[in-house]
T-cell receptor, first 114, second 111 residues
Framework: NAGVTQTPKFRVLKTGQSMTLLCAQD?????MYWYRQDPGMGLRLIHY???????AKGEVPDGYNVSRLKKQNFLLGLESAAPSQTSVYFC?????????????FGPGTRLTVT | KNQVEQSPQSLIILEGKNCTLQ??????????LRWYKQDTGRGPVSLTI?????NTKSNGRYTATLDADTKQSSLHITASQLSDSASYIC??????????FGAGTRLTVKP
């Protein structure tokens, strides 16, 4: 039981390049989330999904897209990376709504955009 | 403004000593409050979840308190160990799927 895993762990991009971050969970959770964590700030919600085939915007969705084609996977895409997207990205999952159920977090992906 | 503020930003204590971390929130309506531990380079891990009716909740050497009237919570760590060195994050749900995270308190335990 690996819990929540994220790929890759580290990545350096040049401005304008694109990439996809992969999140996978093996707990059969319906809800999945993408957050970013910046120095001196709390985690902020980018996008989330309440089930396979559904996605919704969070607090800071601009510049990102997501897809949930399979229940166990949640992909975060950056179409044209900008230096402001330099951050640590965390994926999380929960059995039900985050407000009522415990969230389980992945180990994070450290992204640097130069 | 539906925020979570934590203090202090950082704290250094000697191994074996106790410490208390503070969390103030303005999120409304209130449903529950969580404390997470985040080791360097890792994702947050839940320590405790407190509902409106709970004033105190313990998890080993960690004890969380909640005062819903003053919208304050604290996390007390007893007999600190080197492995307690981490960031401690206070979290309050804003709506069903949006959580408000504090910026965290970075605790360093020195031998």
């Amino acid at each position: 039981n690996a819990g929540v895993t994220q790929t890759p762990k580290f990545r350096v991009l040049k401005t304008g390049q694109s990439m996809t971050l992969l999140c996978a969970q093996d707990m059969n959770h319906e809800y999945m989330y993408w957050y970013r964590q910046d120095p001196g700030m709390g985690l902020r919600l980018i996008h989330y999904s309440v089930g396979e085939g559904t996605t919704a915007k969070g607090e800071v969705p601009d510049g990102y897209n997501v897809s949930r084609l399979k229940k166990q996977n949640f992909l975060l895409g950056l179409e044209s990376a900008a230096p402001s997207q330099t951050s640590v990205y965390f994926c999380a999952s929960s059995f039900g709504t985050a407000s009522s159920y415990e969230q389980y977090f992945g180990p994070g992906t450290r992204l640097t955009v130069t | 403004k539906n925020q979570v503020e934590q203090s202090p930003q950082s704290l250094i204590i000697l191994e074996g000593k106790n410490c208390t971390l503070q969390c103030n929130y303005t999120v409304s309506p209130f449903s529950n409050l969580r404390w997470y531990k985040q080791d360097t380079g890792r994702g947050p891990v839940s320590l405790t979840i407190m509902t409106f009716s709970e004033n105190t909740k313990s998890n080993g050497r960690y004890t969380a308190t909640l005062d819903a009237d003053t919208k304050q919570s604290s996390l007390h760590i007893t007999a600190s160990q080197l492995s307690d060195s981490a960031s401690y994050i206070c979290v309050v749900p804003y709506n069903n799927n949006d959580m408000r995270f504090g910026a965290g308190t970075r605790l360093t335990v020195k031998p």
